[in-house]
Nanobody, 122 residues
């Protein structure tokens, strides 16, 4: 059982930045694909970004079109942590953001964090 703990959510003004973190309990963290998925009120969960380890020093990342160029996903395998840097945020980015782990970069996901709320004010 992999445990994921997110942090870094909060209230931010449109155009601002926020950084989410997700710490994993799994010691073989580097072998998993990690992702961020969000769910806005009244909407289904949607893929935001995913990342997997390609080699000891390279990673592969993918993004939803809605966040491409504004959000950056990264990971620190030594600390079993994945990050989501959110820049130029928009009100439509308001959602609960979930960290997830699985075998594929866009899911499906095997384990989920508890979620962290991100609210963007206009």
């Amino acid at each position: 059982q992999v445990q994921l703990v997110e942090s870094g959510g909060g209230l931010v003004q449109a155009g601002g930045s926020l950084r989410l973190s997700c710490a994993a309990s799994e010691r073989t963290f580097s072998s998993y694909a990690m992702g961020w998925v969000r769910q806005a009120p009244g909407k289904e969960r949607e893929f935001v970004a995913g990342i997997r380890t390609a080699s000891s020093i390279t990673y592969v990342a993918e993004y939803a079109n809605s966040v491409k160029g504004r959000f950056t996903i990264s990971r620190d395998n030594a600390k079993s942590t994945v990050f989501l840097q959110m820049n130029s945020v928009k009100p439509e980015d308001t959602a609960v953001y979930y960290c997830a782990v699985g075998s594929r970069i866009r899911g499906p996901w095997d384990y989920w964090g508890q979620g962290t709320q991100v609210t963007v004010s206009s």
